[in-house]
DNA sequence: GTCAGTGCAAACCCTTTGCAGAAAG
DNA sequence: CTTTCTGCAAAGGGTTTGCACTGAC
């Protein structure tokens, strides 16, 4: 009998730490999406993590992977990155960074923070106070066949 | 009897013209959209095009609200603002410029370009051409009541 | 034992689509 | 007259929600 739960923090340095210390308390559901996240450098829409997750023999609600991400970003463990009006990605980078945005493949990657100088920003309108900056380089082209 | 159209071209300069110059064939309807959309500098989703249109005595579908609006963007008449998950924002102004997002009030505003300046794109990934950049900068906190 | 988290299905809401009638050239 | 556009209502699709059950501590 090996449908044991494999112990959670295994493969991936303390995702449960990185949670708790994120003021989320580790269940199993959310250190599953967490290991799904972190596994990789990739961006996830809620779909493509739920599939992810649901590869392996426990599964996890479409409500729970959706209010899982929810949570995970208002605390700061993922960023969202809005470019799609049909879907909403999740970046487990929560570093300064920006985006290229392939419009025809759906693809989202990464641009270095150093790779792209934004001059100061302009003055915020009255009243107002930063709450982040995204740059997005939309492209177009089929990536090749490679 | 005064329930005559306006002649469409009075209050705004040659909006027919505008249209046909993007290969749009400028119907009533459109030109009842396009006069909304040029009638202020500002930012439109698709549901306060509708109702702006709507206040007067001619109404537009739904339906025609969004193909028009679909059409405008597709030929470069007005630029698609993606910012907020639920929503797409439209934009009259379709020269080279930003916004400020405010996430608290969902108030979208421009930012000329020359007060924000981007160094050189960084190398675009293999087989891609630009096809926009995008810059948002987050904002949070109401506005003063004023 | 208590409170927070989860799952299911239904509800939501913006947007798109199919198709018959109306308008443009 | 022919083709394109418009309107209505229904369908679509990602996301959220209500509520009973389960699990964490």
Known sequence: MDNHIEPATTHNPD?????????I??????LMIARVLFSKHQHYSADQVMTSVNEGRDRVSKATVYNTLGLFA???LVREVIVDPTRVFYDPNTDNHHH????????LMDIDSSALQISELPELPEGT???????IIR???ESPAS
Do not use: I
């Open 15 to 23: 995702v449960a730490g990185m949670l708790r210390s994120h003021g």
């Open 25 to 30: 308390l580790p269940t199993q559901q959310r």
């Open 74 to 76: 208002r605390n700061g």
């Open 100 to 107: 290229f945005y392939n419009v025809d493949t759906g693809e």
């Open 129 to 135: 106070v930063a709450a982040g900056v995204d740059v």
């Open 139 to 141: 492209v177009r082209g």
